[in-house]
């Protein structure tokens, strides 16, 4: 029987290990995907009330149609001034947005907020936007030195919100993301079952290395299409 050469022997294990590596037909979404400016993103943020608001005031906090903001939770909309709704404190709504790319990530437009008496860069991020954007994110925006106690009543603030598409599919299939704020109580078991999505899936999502969550990360959360429109079918007709 010949003897082996060695050096052929590892050079031919290493060329196997290598296509199998890349004969793979899924990628692993760890990060953002690169885009252009022309691209646009369908995407959700999982916001709560942090107080009873209409329709129209929680519209006007993300800049969005109201109509939008109803028929995306399954809210009738078939009554008049339905855009005056109350929708009360603590209710979870999935706000839709579409933006387009910037600075070569996917992420969205910042949307604008008229400050309010007694408002500070903390209650503003934490209470009215629900920990979707932070204090220090607020400060870096609209180029705030020291943080102020209270802000001067009707300053035009610059908030900028999560937003994530990837292609708006999920391995290939089509799914919307939904940016979600963590609460006390959550575990990630709990959220993928929540959503109908893998525990493995959101590690791989969120690039993450341990199954550790804290209150207030947020994570960006697959929501299946079919599930999403089986959703809209199921709840069609429901009323707060």
Known sequence: MPKQNPILHCTFLLLLLHLLLNASPMRCKSTIEPCSNYDSCNALLGYTLYTDLKASEVASLFQIDPIALLTANAIDISYPDVEHHILPSKLFLKVPITRSCVDGIRKSMSTHYRTRPSDTLSSIANSIYGGLVSPDQLREANSIGDDPSVLDVGLN????????????????????????????IDTLAAIAARYFTTFTDLMNVNDMGTTAIS?????????????????????????L
């Open 157 to 184: 603030l610059v908030v900028p919100l999560p937003c994530t598409c990837f292609n708006e599919s999920d391995n290939s299939l089509p799914s919307i993301y939904l940016s979600y704020v963590v609460q006390p």
């Open 215 to 239: 209150d207030g990360d947020i994570l960006v959360v697959p929501i299946p299409g079919n599930f999403w429109f089986s959703f809209y079918s199921r709840e069609k007709g429901f009323t």
